[in-house]
C-alpha cells in the first residue's frame, strides 16, 4: 500500500514537475535576440511549450541596456550581407511594432559627417552602400550650408543625412517583447544562469526521453527541454562551449564610454551626429546622441573590459581578463591595431581628448558643457576569430553533435537591437527548420 502510494506520488510529482519545468523549446539569454525570437516562435507555432531563462535578476541587463538606443538606417554594412538585410527589415519592422504597442520612440535623423578629404572619399564610399541597401529617404548633403541647415551647431565638408533614424529605449522594448511572448503562454525564469547541459537519452522515465536536453542552473535549478536556442551576448561562445560548439568566434569584450552633456545644454545637438567610420574597425565612431529622456550621450568609445560585463575599469575578473589576454586572436588583433588601442584607452581616460573628437564636428563644444559626475558605459560582445579579425556579419550555429536540437546566436553586434524582430524571424525559421518543429 505505501509503496503504491509512493509510486503514484512519485508519477504525478514527475507530471508536475513535467508541467511547470519541461519545455518543448528553451531560450536561454534575456536580451533583445532572445526575448524577440521567443516571441517570434510564440507567433509561428503557439501550441509549443517555451520559456526564456536569464541568469539576471531582470531582463535586459546587459548590451539591450546599456547602448546608444538608435534605430538604425541601415547605411554601413555590406551590400548583400545579413547586418544590411536585417537592419532595413529590422528598423522598419520596429516602427511598425512601436506604433503597434503605442511605444515611445522619436524620429530625429542622423548625419554622418565628413571633415576633411579623406573622410569625404569614404563618405562617398558609404553613400553608394546607402543606395545599394535602399535605406529609406537618405539625402547627399554637399555642403557647409546644408549641414548647418539641419543642425546649426554642426560642421563638415559633406554629410549623409538619414531622416529615417531614430531613438528608442531598447530596454522597454525588449520589456514589451517578453511581454508578448508571456501573454502567450511563455515562462520567463530570470535568476536562473544557465551553468550545464546534458543529453540524457538514457533516463529512467522513458516518457522524460521527450526531453533529452538536461540544463541546470548555477543555483542547481533543473529544466528539461526537447530544443535550445541560446542568445547569450557577452557568454555566447561559452554557452556554445557548454554544448560542444565551436571555440570560435570567441567573444572579446570592449567598452563603449560615453560623457553627458550638462542638462542645461542639450539644446546643443538636436539629432544623431557620426563620425564617418573607420572601415579597419567595427565600431561607429564616438557620435552626439538625443536620449529618450532628452539627455546627450557623447560616445562610445572602445577599449577592452577588463570583465565580460566590466562597466568601469574597476570591475574586473582576472580569469576573464586573462582568458582575453591569452587568446591569439585577441592578442594578433592587439598587435595589429596596437597604436588605435592605445589611444582609445588615453581618450577613455581623459574627457579632454574625447571632446576632441567630437569637436571636430560641434567646435563650439567646451569642457564646460560636460557634466564631468556622470558616466555611462556599455559593453560590446565583440566576437572574434582565431587569427584575430573582428567578426563582422551576425553569426547563427546549429550543433551537429547535439543531433540538431541546439542552434546558438553566436555574434550579435550592433545594430542587434535594431535588427532584432527580423533576427527573430530567420533564427525562428532555422529553429523550425532544424528542429524539424
Ligand atoms: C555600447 C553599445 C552601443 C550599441 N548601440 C546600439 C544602437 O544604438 N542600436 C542598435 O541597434 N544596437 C546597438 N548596440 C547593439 C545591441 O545593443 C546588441 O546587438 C543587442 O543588445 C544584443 O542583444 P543580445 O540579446 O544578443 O545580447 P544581451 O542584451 O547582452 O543579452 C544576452 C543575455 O543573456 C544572458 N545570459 C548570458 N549568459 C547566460 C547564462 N549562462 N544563462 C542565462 N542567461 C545568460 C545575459 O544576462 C543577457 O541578459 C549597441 C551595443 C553596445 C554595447
Given at each position: 500500500?505505501?509503496?503504491?502510494?509512493?509510486?503514484?506520488?512519485?508519477?504525478?510529482?514527475?507530471?508536475?514537475?513535467?508541467?511547470?519545468?519541461?519545455?518543448?523549446?528553451?531560450?536561454?539569454?534575456?536580451?533583445?535576440?532572445?526575448?524577440?525570437?521567443?516571441?517570434?516562435?510564440?507567433?509561428?507555432?503557439?501550441?509549443?511549450?517555451?520559456?526564456?531563462?536569464?541568469?539576471?535578476?531582470?531582463?535586459?541587463?546587459?548590451?539591450?541596456?546599456?547602448?546608444?538606443?538608435?534605430?538604425?538606417?541601415?547605411?554601413?554594412?555590406?551590400?548583400?550581407?545579413?547586418?544590411?538585410?536585417?537592419?532595413?527589415?529590422?528598423?522598419?519592422?520596429?516602427?511598425?511594432?512601436?506604433?503597434?504597442?503605442?511605444?515611445?520612440?522619436?524620429?530625429?535623423?542622423?548625419l554622418?559627417v565628413a571633415t576633411?578629404?579623406?573622410?569625404v572619399?569614404?563618405l562617398?564610399?558609404?553613400?553608394?552602400?546607402?543606395?545599394?541597401?535602399?535605406?529609406?529617404?537618405?539625402q547627399l548633403l554637399e555642403s557647409a550650408e546644408a549641414i548647418a541647415a539641419i543642425?546649426?551647431?554642426c560642421v563638415g565638408l559633406k554629410a549623409?543625412w538619414?531622416?529615417?533614424?531614430?531613438?528608442?529605449?531598447?530596454?522597454?522594448?525588449?520589456?514589451?517583447?517578453?511581454?508578448?511572448?508571456?501573454?502567450?503562454?511563455?515562462?520567463?525564469?530570470?535568476?536562473?544562469?544557465?551553468?550545464?547541459?546534458?543529453?540524457?537519452?538514457?533516463?529512467?522515465?522513458?516518457?522524460?526521453?521527450?526531453?533529452?536536453?538536461?540544463?541546470?542552473?548555477?543555483?542547481?535549478?533543473?529544466?528539461?527541454?526537447?530544443?535550445?536556442?541560446?542568445?547569450?551576448?557577452?557568454?555566447?561562445?561559452?554557452?556554445?562551449?557548454?554544448?560542444?560548439?565551436?571555440?570560435?568566434?570567441?567573444?572579446?569584450?570592449?567598452?563603449?564610454?560615453?560623457?553627458?552633456?550638462?542638462?542645461?545644454?542639450?539644446?546643443?545637438?538636436?539629432?544623431?551626429?557620426?563620425?564617418?567610420?573607420?572601415?579597419?574597425?567595427?565600431?561607429?565612431?564616438?557620435?552626439?546622441?538625443?536620449?529618450?529622456?532628452?539627455?546627450?550621450?557623447?560616445?562610445?568609445?572602445?577599449?577592452?573590459?577588463?570583465?565580460?560585463?566590466?562597466?568601469?575599469?574597476?570591475?574586473?575578473?582576472?580569469?576573464?581578463?586573462?582568458?582575453?589576454?591569452?587568446?591569439?586572436?585577441?592578442?594578433?588583433?592587439?598587435?595589429?591595431?596596437?597604436?588605435?588601442?592605445?589611444?582609445?584607452?588615453?581618450?577613455?581616460?581623459?574627457?579632454?581628448?574625447?571632446?576632441?573628437?567630437?569637436?571636430?564636428?560641434?567646435?563650439?563644444?567646451?569642457?564646460?558643457?560636460?557634466?564631468?559626475?556622470?558616466?555611462?558605459?556599455?559593453?560590446?560582445?565583440?566576437?572574434?576569430?582565431?587569427?584575430?579579425?573582428?567578426?563582422?556579419?551576425?553569426?547563427?550555429?546549429?550543433?551537429?553533435?547535439?543531433?540538431?536540437?541546439?542552434?546558438?546566436?553566436?555574434?550579435?553586434?550592433?545594430?542587434?537591437?535594431?535588427?532584432?524582430?527580423?533576427?527573430?524571424?530567420?533564427?525562428?525559421?532555422?529553429?523550425?527548420?532544424?528542429?524539424?518543429?
Amino acid at each position: 500500500m505505501g509503496r503504491r502510494f509512493g509510486l503514484r506520488l512519485a508519477s504525478s510529482l514527475a507530471a508536475a514537475a513535467r508541467t511547470t519545468d519541461h519545455f518543448d523549446v528553451v531560450i536561454v539569454g534575456g536580451g533583445i535576440v532572445g526575448t524577440a525570437t521567443a516571441r517570434q516562435l510564440s507567433i509561428n507555432k503557439p501550441q509549443l511549450k517555451m520559456a526564456i531563462l536569464e541568469k539576471e535578476a531582470a531582463l535586459g541587463q546587459h548590451q539591450t541596456g546599456h547602448n546608444s538606443g538608435v534605430i538604425h538606417a541601415g547605411i554601413y554594412y555590406k551590400p548583400g550581407s545579413l547586418k544590411a538585410r536585417l537592419c532595413v527589415e529590422g528598423s522598419a519592422l520596429a516602427y511598425e511594432y512601436l506604433d503597434a504597442k503605442a511605444l515611445p520612440y522619436k524620429r530625429c535623423g542622423k548625419l554622418i559627417v565628413a571633415t576633411d578629404a579623406t573622410e569625404v572619399a569614404r563618405l562617398d564610399e558609404l553613400w553608394k552602400r546607402a543606395l545599394q541597401n535602399r535605406c529609406p529617404g537618405v539625402q547627399l548633403l554637399e555642403s557647409a550650408e546644408a549641414i548647418a541647415a539641419i543642425e546649426p551647431n554642426c560642421v563638415g565638408l559633406k554629410a549623409i543625412w538619414s531622416p529615417n533614424t531614430g531613438i528608442v529605449d531598447w530596454g522597454r522594448v525588449n520589456q514589451s517583447y517578453a511581454e508578448d511572448f508571456a501573454r502567450g503562454g511563455g515562462q520567463v525564469l530570470t535568476s536562473f544562469e544557465v551553468a550545464k547541459f546534458a543529453t540524457s537519452l538514457e533516463t529512467l522515465e522513458k516518457q522524460q526521453n521527450d526531453y533529452p536536453i538536461v540544463i541546470t542552473g548555477a543555483d542547481g535549478r533543473v529544466v528539461r527541454a526537447k530544443y535550445v536556442i541560446t542568445a547569450a551576448g557577452l557568454h555566447s561562445d561559452k554557452v556554445a562551449k557548454l554544448t560542444n560548439g565551436k571555440k570560435v568566434p570567441k567573444i572579446v569584450p570592449f567598452r563603449g564610454e560615453y560623457l553627458v552633456l550638462k542638462a542645461a545644454k542639450s539644446d546643443m545637438v538636436k539629432t544623431n551626429i557620426y563620425p564617418v567610420p573607420d572601415p579597419r574597425f567595427p565600431f561607429l565612431g564616438v557620435h552626439f546622441t538625443p536620449r529618450m529622456d532628452g539627455s546627450i550621450w557623447l560616445g562610445p568609445n572602445a577599449v577592452l573590459a577588463f570583465k565580460r560585463e566590466g562597466y568601469t575599469y574597476w570591475d574586473l575578473s582576472p580569469s576573464e581578463l586573462f582568458e582575453s589576454l591569452f587568446f591569439s586572436g585577441f592578442r594578433k588583433l592587439a598587435f595589429k591595431y596596437f597604436s588605435a588601442g592605445v589611444d582609445e584607452f588615453r581618450r577613455s581616460l581623459s574627457a579632454g581628448a574625447q571632446l576632441k573628437q567630437l569637436q571636430r564636428f560641434v567646435p563650439s563644444i567646451t569642457l564646460d558643457d560636460i557634466d564631468l559626475t556622470k558616466r555611462v558605459a556599455g559593453v560590446r560582445a565583440q566576437a572574434l576569430d582565431a587569427e584575430g579579425n573582428l567578426v563582422d556579419d551576425f553569426v547563427f550555429e546549429t550543433n551537429e553533435e547535439a543531433v540538431k536540437r541546439v542552434l546558438h546566436v553566436r555574434n550579435a553586434p550592433s545594430p542587434g537591437a535594431t535588427s532584432s524582430l527580423a533576427i527573430a524571424k530567420v533564427v525562428a525559421e532555422k529553429a523550425q527548420t532544424a528542429f524539424g518543429l
